[in-house]
């Protein structure tokens, strides 16, 4: 049992409880904390030390029981988006060639390790950037040497993620033979005037007729990202894309809030009045609302608070297991990762990278050292994620859960979560604010730590 007295609920912070509201979906808080749950800051390690303690660890054949995936990053699009965040550099066949021939290097130089080689990999994602830009050649090649130099479970997913745009059956069949299982496509919006203003290429026709296509070939898992809160977007044009979801057959559906950053070409429109002020997240709300709505009535499976299923063959993998803190080996430049605890992120400026290669000598910008609790953190961030905090899968198991009643409680006056028993069980609202709640849990036990005789 917990033996700390803790101050009653009312006097936890909002920032942690949310505020009482008659529409927690859209009040609870302001703003979703971010796109991930953040655990702080982590200590670092720099220069030369980095790189010693990244290859003693990469080194050692005794890999931790955690599950593993690799992630391979593709850093170039066609045009810029104006909403996004990810853009590394203009496509450029040269500039994609020369990458190409620099990943397939790194690629064989870190398959060689022994930590590597010490276990199975139960996922690998190709994203980016727009990795679908790749050559028909380059995708089946690329597919080839992951299931060449990498130990793979049988039922590993290997994703490629991209979009429509100039995605024909050369490519479908290029990297369908390379190996690729699950194709994960930036959709956004159906809709062509949302789509223009967002500078997305191709109209809905084509996108709405390519999709079917591709999910009714019946070759591959076939997901697709959508976001809500794009300027010209409105309830009824959302009804329709939630629609087009269904009637084009994807297998996964993702939604995502939009999230505004400065330096975009969207914040810039806005400050330059050329574009409308974006939806409010109270709004964006109720866009989530009418998506979860949707799915609900249409017997989706719901993966996490932010991605459903049609039938039973998507699993979204990658993305669960990142969620929940498993190993993940970088490659490619910008790629993040997890080894043995230790994350780290290759460095995103492509000469910087070339550099390492070459030397065998991998360029990051820094190499986090273990978090503390790494179990329990993404014990926590997993558990929002997928809309139910159990006492059972949580370290400390029920001592934990009811040493964190208090905040628990405070969530369920404000319509977060419904407690039964040893669970919490984040309504409709929570999973909205699903990431402030992971964030939240992991503040208060910063405030109020579990001591070691608990
Ligand atoms: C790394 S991007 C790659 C997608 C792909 N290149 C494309 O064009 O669709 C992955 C996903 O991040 C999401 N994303 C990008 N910018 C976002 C933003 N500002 N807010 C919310 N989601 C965003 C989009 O849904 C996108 O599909
Ligand atoms: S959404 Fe995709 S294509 Fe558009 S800029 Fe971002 S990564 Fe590139």
């Known amino acids: 049992m917990s033996t700390i007295d803790l101050a009653p609920t009312q006097q936890l912070p909002e920032a942690l409880t949310g505020q009482a509201s008659p529409s927690p979906l859209q009040f ?38 955690l599950p593993r995936a690799i992630y391979i990053h593709i ?24 990458y190409f021939t620099l990943l397939e290097q790194e690629l064989i130089a870190k398959s060689r390790y022994p930590w590597t080689q010490a276990r199975n990999f139960d996922a690998v994602y190709v994203g980016g950037g727009t990795p679908t830009d790749l050559s028909p050649e380059q995708l089946n090649q690329l597919g080839q040497l992951i299931h060449r130099y990498f130990p793979l479970s049988d039922s590993c997913e290997v994703t490629l993620e991209g979009r429509l745009n100039r995605f024909d059956d050369n490519k479908f069949e290029a990297a369908l033979a390379g190996g690729f299982n699950r194709f994960s496509f930036g959709v956004q919006s159906f809709n062509s005037k949302v789509r223009r203003a967002a500078k997305r290429l191709d ?19 076939i997901a697709i990202d959508l976001i809500y809160g794009l300027p010209h977007q409105t309830p009824e044009n959302w009804q329709q894309d939630l629609q087009d979801v269904l009637d084009t057959g994807v297998h ?3 939604l995502y809030q939009l999230l505004t950053f400065g330096g975009s070409g969207l914040q810039r429109n806005i400050d330059a009045g050329r574009e409308a002020v974006p939806l409010s997240t109270s709004d964006k709300a109720l866009m989530y609302q009418q998506g979860h709505q949707f799915f609900a009535q249409n017997a989706f499976r719901q993966l996490s608070y932010c991605h459903w299923a049609n039938g039973e063959q ?11 803190g498993a190993e993940i080996l970088p490659i490619g430049a910008g790629a993040g990762g997890n080894i043995n605890g230790y994350a780290l992120m290759q ?12 030397e065998n000598n991998w360029a990051f910008e820094q190499l986090s050292l ?3 609790n790494a179990q329990l953190k993404a014990a926590i961030t997993s558990a929002c994620d997928q809309g139910l905090i159990d006492a059972d899968k949580l370290p400390h198991g029920r001592t934990l859960f009811e040493h964190c009643e208090p905040l628990f409680k405070a969530w369920q006056t404000n319509g977060l979560v419904s407690l039964t ?13 699903s990431v402030n709640l992971a964030n939240a849990m992991t503040q208060y036990l910063q405030m109020y730590p579990l001591t070691n005789s608990q």
């Open 252 to 254: 996964g559906v993702d």
């Open 421 to 433: 028993g040893q669970q919490a069980a984040l309504t409709m609202a929570g999973q909205f604010w």
């Open 28 to 65: 609870a808080f302001t703003k979703k904390t971010g796109a991930h749950a953040n655990h702080g800051k982590r200590e670092s390690l720099n220069g030369e030390q980095a790189h010693q303690m990244l290859s003693k660890q990469l080194s050692q054949s005794k890999a931790s029981k």
């Open 370 to 372: 273990p978090a503390n």
């Open 347 to 358: 460095t995103r400026d492509i000469d910087t990278w070339r550099a390492g290669i070459t």
């Open 75 to 98: 850093p170039f699009c066609r045009v810029r988006c104006t909403f996004c965040n990810f853009f590394q550099y203009a496509s450029n066949q040269q500039m994609i060639d020369d």
């Open 203 to 221: 109209k809905r026709d084509y996108i709405v007729e390519r999709l079917s296509q591709l999910t009714a070939s019946n070759r591959a898992t």
């Open 314 to 324: 998507e699993q979204s993998r990658y993305n669960s297991l990142a969620k929940q």
